[in-house]
C-alpha cells in the first residue's frame, strides 16, 4: 500500500473505509467510541453557541469570542493534518468513527481541538489583568488538564492506536504517553499567546475589523505548531532527546510558575471577562469530566474491537529513522508489541505489510488505578473550570 493511500487529506478508494456508519453498527464493536465521538461534536457545538450569545455591546466579546472558536478548529486540524501527513513523523492512527472526513480524520477530531483550545483560552479570560505571558502559561495548564482524562480513556478503548515503537511516545502514564501532555501544554499555550498577540487592540477596546481578524486566525494557523515544536524540542532534551518524566515535570513546573508569577503581578484594576451563559458552558464541562469516568467504570475494553489503519504489521526488528534521526520499527509485530491491544477477537495477525486490520482491546489490569486517574483529574478539571466560569455576581443574582 502507497504512503499516498494513507495521507489525511486523501480519499483512498483502495481502503474499506465510508464517510459514514450508522451508530448502531459501530456501537457493535466500539460502544464507549459513540458515546466520545458526540460528546465532542455536542461540546463543540455548544462552544460555538457560547461564542455567539457573548454580548455585544461594544465590547468585542461576541467578536473575540467567535474568532477563538475559529482559530481553535483552524490551528488544531492543521496540526492534525501535518502530523498525520508527515511520513517520519506519523506515530498515531485513530479509529474510524460514525463520521469520518478521509481515512485518516474522523470530523469528531477538529471538535476535539475546539474543546481543549477554545475552553481552556476563555476560561484563562476570566482572570482580569493577566500579561500575555502569564495568560499563556495559565491557559496551556488547563489546556492539559482538559486533555488528560480524554487521552487515558481514548488509548484504553482503542478510539486510536499508537506506534509501538516510537520513543517520543515510549514513556506513559496510564497508557498515554507523556509527550502528549507535554504537547498540549506547549501547543495550547503558543496558540493563546499568538491569540492574544492578534487580538490584543480588540482587548484593549479596540474594534474587530476584518484584516484584525485574518490577523489572529493566521498567527494561529501559521506558527502555533512551529512554537510548539520549539518548546518541545528545548524541554526534551532534559530527557535525552526523547519526552519523558523529567521534560513533562519541568515543563508543568516552569507553566505553573509562570502563571502564579504573573497572577500575583497582574493588573487588579482590569477585570476579566465574564457572562451569564458561562454558566451552560461549566455544566457542559462538567458532564464531559463525568462521562469520561463513567465510560472508564463502566465499559469493558475487551469487547471493543477497532478495523482501521494502524501501524504497518511486518516482520520484528526492521529499523527505521524518525524525523529527528532515532531509531524505531517500522512495522508493529505481534511477537514483540507492548500496546493495549492484541488479535484475540479476530484469527490472527494480519498478513505482513498490512496497514488496514482489525485489533481487539485487552482487559483492565488495573481498573481502579486507570478509574481513580481519570476521577481525579476530573474532579479537579471539573473544579477549575466551572470556578472560573461563574457568571459575574451582579449578572448570577
Not at 514513556?171 to 504537547?183: D, F, I, V, Y
Not at 492574544?196 to 485574518?214: S, Y
Not at 488495573?366 to 470556578?387: I, P, S
Amino acid at each position: 500500500m502507497s504512503l499516498l493511500s494513507t495521507l489525511p487529506w486523501e480519499l483512498a478508494p483502495d481502503l474499506p473505509w465510508r464517510f459514514f456508519t450508522p451508530p448502531s453498527e459501530k456501537w457493535a464493536t466500539q460502544p464507549s467510541f459513540v458515546v466520545g465521538e458526540y460528546l465532542f461534536i455536542v461540546l463543540a457545538a455548544l462552544c460555538l453557541w457560547h461564542a455567539r450569545r457573548q454580548a455585544d455591546d461594544g465590547t468585542s466579546a461576541r467578536a473575540r469570542h467567535t474568532i477563538a472558536w475559529f482559530a481553535a478548529l483552524l490551528a488544531g486540524t492543521a496540526n492534525d493534518v501535518i502530523f498525520m501527513a508527515l511520513p517520519l513523523v506519523d506515530n498515531f492512527w485513530q479509529a474510524q468513527a460514525t463520521i469520518m472526513l478521509t481515512p485518516r480524520l474522523p470530523l469528531y477530531i477538529p471538535c476535539v481541538y475546539v474543546c481543549f483550545m477554545y475552553i481552556p483560552t476563555v476560561a484563562a479570560w476570566r482572570v482580569g489583568g493577566l500579561s500575555r505571558v502569564g495568560r499563556a502559561a495559565f491557559t496551556g495548564l488547563l489546556g492539559s488538564l482538559f486533555y488528560a482524562p480524554y487521552d487515558i480513556v481514548g488509548a484504553k478503548f482503542l478510539w486510536w492506536t499508537w506506534h509501538d515503537s516510537d520513543k517520543p511516545i515510549a514513556a506513559r502514564l496510564l497508557g498515554a504517553p507523556m509527550s502528549s501532555t507535554l504537547w498540549v501544554l506547549t501547543f495550547v499555550a503558543a496558540f493563546a499567546w499568538l491569540l492574544g498577540r492578534g487580538l490584543e487592540p480588540v482587548r484593549a477596546g479596540g474594534p474587530v475589523t476584518a484584516g484584525r481578524a485574518a490577523k489572529a486566525l493566521g498567527l494561529v494557523a501559521g506558527l502555533s505548531t512551529l512554537l510548539m515544536m520549539v518548546q518541545m524540542t528545548a524541554l526534551q532534551q532534559l530527557d535525552g532527546g526523547s519526552p519523558g518524566p523529567i521534560a513533562l515535570s519541568v515543563g508543568v513546573t516552569l507553566f505553573a510558575a509562570l502563571a502564579l508569577v504573573f497572577f500575583l503581578k497582574r493588573n487588579k484594576d482590569l477585570p476579566g471577562d465574564g457572562a451569564s451563559v458561562d454558566r451552560l458552558l461549566a455544566s457542559g464541562i462538567a458532564l464531559y469530566f463525568a462521562v469520561l469516568a463513567l465510560i472508564m467504570a463502566n465499559f469493558v475494553p475487551e469487547t471493543h474491537q477497532s478495523a482501521s489503519l494502524h501501524q504497518t504489521y511486518g516482520p520484528c526488528g526492521v529499523e527505521q529513522k524518525d524525523i529527528t534521526g532515532l531509531t524505531r520499527f517500522k512495522y508493529v509485530c505481534a511477537e514483540q508489541m507492548d500496546e493495549d491491544y492484541d488479535f484475540a477477537c479476530v484469527d490472527g495477525p494480519p498478513p505482513s505489510e498490512t496497514q488496514w486490520y482489525t485489533v481487539c482491546g485487552k482487559a483492565h489490569t488495573n481498573q481502579a488505578l486507570w478509574l481513580g486517574g481519570v476521577l481525579g483529574l476530573g474532579l479537579v478539571g471539573a473544579f477549575a473550570f466551572v470556578g472560573l466560569l461563574r457568571p459575574p455576581r451582579e449578572e448570577a443574582e
